[in-house]
């Protein structure tokens, strides 16, 4: 597949950028970093950031930039443990018309949850005794408390936006 779309800032990132703001003096891994957007509150923030991709384009964007950032799908590649974890995931369903090399930072699989599930079951693993995660997701994406709920998740809505034909959900967990 090809990864050259890098995910640019949209209504999503700035609804979990607002909520991300509130973090200060942390650990913080920035799964799925696209541009660096989130990476970029975290450090200005204070807070010490590694920041991860599928996409290897857009770790290159992010060195660049001067943040630290390397190529992992989900945590391949990531070993530590962490303060605080935010994700803003693809989290829609498989849209058919949708061009190919689009659907990398989209598409979450065929249901529109699948990303997430295989990231809450590995997450745990990487957080600190008292860590936590910031996780933005859809309406479109399925049932996710239920998923928090099947993998043992403590989890409060903090912001929730409606857009034209879906609403998205910035949720805290740990």
Do not use: W
Request: aromatic share 12%; net charge positive; proline share 3%.
């Amino acid at each position: 597949m090809n990864y050259d779309l890098i995910y640019d800032p949209d209504e999503d990132s700035y609804l979990i950028g607002e909520q991300l703001k509130k973090f200060h003096d942390l650990n913080v891994l920035d799964l799925g970093t696209g541009s660096g957007f989130l990476a970029e509150i975290s450090i200005k923030n204070n807070c010490k950031v590694l920041a991860a991709d599928i996409n290897k384009k857009a770790v290159e964007y992010c060195n660049k930039k001067g943040i630290k950032a390397i190529y992992s799908n989900l945590f391949s590649n990531i070993s530590e443990k962490f303060d605080l974890i935010v994700f803003n995931p693809p989290y829609l369903p498989l849209d058919e018309n949708e061009q190919k090399d689009s659907r990398v930072i989209t598409t979450a699989g065929k249901k529109g949850h699948e990303i997430i599930e295989k990231f809450l079951k590995q997450a745990k693993g990487h957080l600190n005794k008292k860590g936590k995660i910031l996780i933005l997701f859809s309406s479109l994406s399925g049932d996710i408390p239920y998923l928090f709920e099947k993998y043992r998740y403590k989890h409060k809505k903090l912001s929730e936006k409606k857009l034209f034909f879906e609403s998205i959900y910035v949720y805290l967990i740990e």
